[in-house]
């Protein structure tokens, strides 16, 4: 084998190794994904997942879900979204932010995103 090979061989394995390893890692699924979170104490989100480290997530373009109707739990509305958006209660968008004690990220589909950005803001 020539040189240029056996160096090729490496990389290749030890990016392999490093992928394998990132999946692995709980903190590094979903980053860069749109994404349902629920917390112990802040309650529901939706944005997209910036960073992870343990329980803490760090948000970007997020939204604070008070109610949600058309889907029975937030597992439901992860997959399927809703079709009543003028019953759902949303926060306004937060361009960054941190929540802690977060118990669950649930990712979620294009159409799904389409239907949650149906919400208007819910005002007082």
């Given amino acids: ?3 240029t090979e056996i160096l090729l061989k490496l990389l290749l394995e030890k990016y392999q190794d490093n992928a394998a ?4 890692r709980p903190e590094t699924s979903f980053i860069g994904q749109s994404v349902i979170i629920r917390s112990k104490d802040a309650g529901v989100f939706y944005g997209v997942l910036h960073d992870r480290q343990g329980d803490c997530v760090m948000l970007k373009k997020f939204r604070r879900i008070w109610k949600w109707a058309g889907a029975f739990t937030l597992s439901e509305l992860s997959m399927k979204g809703t079709d009543k958006p003028t019953e759902c209660k949303f926060a306004a968008m937060v361009e960054v932010g941190q929540v802690l004690g977060v118990i669950e990220i649930i990712p979620l589909s294009p159409k799904v995103i389409e239907s949650l950005n149906k919400v208007v803001d819910y005002v007082c």
Wanted: no cysteine; charged share 30%.
């Fill in 21 to 24: 390893a990132d999946l692995a």
């Fill in 1 to 3: 084998m020539e040189y």
